[in-house]
C-alpha cells in the first residue's frame, strides 16, 4: 500500500508562486510513476504534470511554461513548482501514484492509470 501526503497549499495572489510536496511511503519510491493532479469544484479532475518512464515529465497545456514538476528520490518526495498563478488555477491538487510493473509505458496525464491518491492541498489564487 503507498502512502501519499500533500503539502504546500494555501492562498496567493495572482502572479505568485506557491511549492507543493508529495511524501510517498510504505513502497519502493524508484517502483512508482507519480503526477499532479487538481480538481476545481463542478469540474472534472485533471492532469497537471506527470513524470514518463524515459524520465521526461508531461504537461497540461495550460501550465506549460509556469509549472515545473521534479523529484527526490532519495527523500521519497515529489515536487510541483508553480509560478505566474492564475485565479484559473484555483483547485484541490492531489498527488497520485501508480506501481511500475516494466516495459515502456506511462500512465502520463490520465487519472484512471493512478492507483494511488492523497488527499489533496489546496491551492486558491486571489486576482
Known amino acids: 500500500q503507498v502512502q501519499l501526503v500533500e503539502s504546500g497549499g494555501g492562498s496567493v495572489q495572482a502572479g505568485g508562486s506557491l511549492r507543493l510536496s508529495c511524501l510517498a511511503s510504505d513502497y519502493t519510491y524508484g517502483g512508482l510513476f507519480m503526477g499532479w493532479f487538481r480538481q476545481a469544484p463542478g469540474k472534472e479532475r485533471e492532469g497537471v504534470a506527470a513524470?514518463?518512464?524515459?524520465?521526461?515529465?508531461s504537461y497540461a497545456d495550460s501550465v506549460k511554461g509556469r509549472f515545473t514538476i521534479s523529484q527526490d528520490n532519495a527523500k521519497n518526495t515529489l515536487y510541483l513548482q508553480m509560478n505566474s498563478l492564475k485565479p484559473e488555477d484555483t483547485a484541490m491538487y492531489y498527488c497520485a501514484a501508480a506501481p511500475k510493473y516494466g516495459g515502456n509505458w506511462s500512465p502520463g496525464l490520465r487519472a484512471a492509470n493512478y492507483a494511488y491518491w492523497g488527499q489533496g492541498t489546496q491551492v486558491t489564487v486571489s486576482s
Open positions: 513524470v514518463n518512464n524515459d524520465g521526461t515529465t
